[in-house]
């Protein structure tokens, strides 16, 4: 079976004011010291029933002197006598505030003289949160005799303080606790108003177990409270419009950035611009077919003399790249590593670093908190953006070359004539060529002669073709231009998109995620609110059925 809830009620109160003899009155016999010559208490003292195992009281409890009884209306009350708050001597002090944190409940005691003390009225307003109070005025018979310390009464002025305080109809008992020892068991001689026996009837009627469930969920009430009052201060803000906010801002620094670091691969490309308008001659030429493609690979080597794919690069750029050209056509994969290696070691890695301070710093003037952003931030800094910069270099680089070696539109409509003409004409030039000279020396359809010997007649095929060439190269290079001037533009604008992607991919995705995991965290927050909210509600309905609310006043 379980057991019942025990219910710890501290005697509290200043020197002199007859705590222990209170105890004494309460128990029926002398189980607490008490002295008229130098009243005090040293080691409290726990009153409890025979039925409560030790084990059950709370370990500061368990080193106090223990005594025993066995009055049933008193089976769930543990009344504790403890030593005085004013006490001069520190240990006495120290034992005090040892055994105040089991109270449940206290007994605040007082006397004509120490009802309203400094320490003692400090060390109420601090319990008050947490514990219910009700007072004793003891030695009300001295409290007829005497004005308190504003000329009223001694309970007329405490009533009159503890109303400011929130206590509209607190508990004061007046008593006289050693006319009750003094008795002995009879009916001892009270002054008006005396209520001791009225204390009994409460400590052994009033609080039953319905108030002292109340009172002990009156702890975890406030508990929750504390709780309560934590989770709000600790909820995070909506940041669904903040997060929106920030993207908008960051796509417009991104941009900014895709573009800068697009001018710092540029500049580091540039330098090779006649090997990139090669490649890309080359490639385009290779639709060609017969005399013509032949005539363009040579006519390219020439016209690029100065610079093969084999050994182009400037002392800056050599080793990687000129093993990575050192194959029989250029390895444009090498040279995007290369290139990108060479841009991050001078500027890219520096504005990778920076790029996450920028953005918090922009996000923070957009009222998202940077403590939800820095460690995001610095990992996706953290990314391997080198290989990230090779791979959008590489890939640019191929869809510049598909689109000046393979265009679309009016462009690959003129290409395809081109390529028509310049597969078929040359050929053509040759048989017609072949036949003149065969006329010429079979006389076939005419006697005239046109060639003055037969070196004349074998070169005019050669000639006739390499002229024919030479017309249709010249005319490629004007109509089908291949010049890194024209091809840088598009070049840059596809690489600054290209990188604004790969950038926005990483960053931008943070804010929202940010915001939807903090939205998350609210409704979790929330719903462990509404339930803090439900079970604290619940406790204080049944401290307000059960009503023990004057022990706590308004707080």
């Known amino acids: 079976m379980m057991d019942r809830p025990?219910?710890?009620?501290?005697?509290?109160?200043?020197?002199?004011?007859?705590?222990?003899?209170?105890?004494?009155?309460?128990?029926?016999?002398?189980?607490?010291?008490?002295?008229?010559?130098?009243?005090t208490t040293r080691d409290p003292v726990v009153y409890y029933h025979e039925s409560v195992r030790?084990?059950?009281?709370?370990?500061?409890?368990?080193g106090c002197r223990l005594v025993a009884h066995d009055r049933p209306l008193l089976e769930q009350k543990v009344i504790v006598d403890t030593p005085d708050l004013d006490s001069n001597e520190q240990a006495n002090r120290e034992r005090l505030q040892a055994v105040l944190p089991c109270a449940d409940l206290v007994l605040y005691v007082g006397s004509q003289e120490k009802y309203h003390d400094r320490l003692g009225w400090e060390l109420f307003l601090e319990q008050r949160q947490r514990r219910g109070f009700a007072f004793?005025?003891?030695?009300?018979?001295?409290?007829?005799?005497?004005?308190?310390?504003?000329?009223?009464?001694p309970d007329q002025d405490l009533l009159q303080d503890l109303?400011?305080?929130?206590?509209?109809?607190?508990?004061?008992?007046?008593t006289c606790a050693q006319a009750w020892v003094d008795a002995n068991g009879s009916s001892p001689q009270l002054p008006p108003g005396e209520q001791f026996q009225e204390l009994v009837n409460w400590l052994e009627h009033g609080l039953s177990r319905v108030e002292i469930e109340a009172i002990k969920s009156r702890g975890v009430s406030q508990l929750l409270a504390q709780l309560e009052q934590a989770?709000?201060?600790?909820?995070?803000?909506?940041?669904?419009?903040?997060?929106?906010?920030?993207?908008?801002?960051?796509?417009?620094?991104?941009?900014?950035?895709?573009?800068?670091?697009?001018?710092?691969?540029?500049?580091?490309?540039?330098?090779?611009?006649?090997?990139?308008?090669?490649?890309?001659?080359?490639?385009?030429?290779?639709?060609?077919?017969?005399?013509?493609?032949?005539?363009?690979?040579?006519?390219?080597?020439?016209?690029?003399l100065g610079s093969t794919l084999r050994n182009y690069l400037p002392r800056?750029?050599?080793?990687?790249?000129?093993?990575?050209?050192?194959?029989?056509?250029?390895?444009?994969?090498?040279?995007?590593?290369?290139?990108?290696?060479?841009?991050?070691?001078?500027?890219?890695?520096?504005?990778?670093?920076?790029?996450?301070?920028?953005l918090q710093i922009i996000a923070s003037k957009e009222g998202m908190p940077i403590n939800y952003l820095s460690g995001p931030a610095e990992a996706a800094a953290r990314s391997d953006w080198r290989s990230?910069?090779?791979?959008?270099?590489?890939?640019?680089?191929?869809?510049?070359?598909?689109?000046?070696?393979?265009?679309?539109?009016?462009r690959q409509g003129i290409q395809q004539v081109f390529i028509w003409i310049g597969d078929i004409v040359p050929l053509v030039v040759l048989l017609l060529s072949c036949l003149v000279v065969l006329n010429d020396y079979f006389h076939l359809w005419s006697n005239d002669r046109l060639f003055g010997s037969l070196y004349e007649a074998i070169l005019f095929p050669l000639v006739a073709v390499g002229l024919t060439l030479l017309i249709l190269y010249l005319l490629i290079i004007f109509l089908l231009p291949i010049r890194w001037p024209a091809i840088r533009g598009t070049f840059h604008r596809r690489l600054a998109e290209r990188l604004l992607e790969e950038l926005s991919?990483?960053?931008?995705?943070?804010?929202?995620?940010?915001?939807?995991?903090?939205?998350?965290?609210?409704?979790?927050?929330?719903?462990?609110?509404?339930?803090?909210?439900?079970?604290?509600?619940?406790?204080?309905?049944?401290?307000?059925?059960?009503?023990?609310?004057?022990?706590?006043?308004?707080?």
């Open 6 to 39: 025990l219910l710890v009620i501290v005697l509290m109160g200043g020197t002199g004011v007859g705590k222990s003899t209170l105890l004494n009155a309460l128990a029926g016999s002398a189980i607490a010291q008490a002295s008229f010559t130098r009243p």
């Open 54 to 62: 030790p084990e059950r009281l709370d370990l500061a409890l368990r």
């Open 136 to 153: 004793v005025l003891n030695k009300w018979d001295r409290c007829l005799h005497g004005a308190g310390q504003v000329g009223l009464r």
């Open 163 to 174: 109303r400011r305080e929130g206590f509209a109809d607190p508990l004061l008992f007046r």
């Open 231 to 304: 989770l709000e201060q600790t909820r995070p803000p909506d940041l669904t419009e903040i997060g929106q906010k920030t993207v908008a801002s960051w796509r417009r620094a991104l941009e900014a950035e895709a573009a800068a670091m697009a001018d710092i691969l540029l500049a580091t490309i540039d330098p090779h611009q006649r090997e990139i308008e090669q490649h890309f001659a080359l490639e385009g030429h290779r639709r060609f077919r017969g005399l013509m493609a032949g005539f363009l690979h040579l006519a390219t080597k020439v016209r690029y």
């Open 316 to 358: 800056p750029l050599r080793g990687d790249l000129q093993e990575a050209a050192a194959g029989t056509s250029w390895d444009l994969a090498a040279f995007s590593r290369t290139c990108t290696a060479l841009a991050a070691d001078r500027h890219l890695d520096a504005r990778g670093r920076a790029l996450p301070d920028s």
């Open 388 to 410: 990230r910069f090779t791979n959008v270099l590489l890939e640019v680089l191929h869809e510049v070359e598909a689109q000046w070696a393979r265009p679309t539109g009016t």
């Open 505 to 555: 991919a990483v960053y931008l995705p943070l804010p929202s995620q940010i915001a939807q995991a903090v939205e998350a965290e609210r409704r979790r927050l929330d719903e462990l609110l509404g339930d803090v909210r439900e079970v604290r509600g619940w406790l204080e309905g049944q401290e307000r059925a059960s009503g023990v609310g004057a022990l706590y006043g308004r707080e």
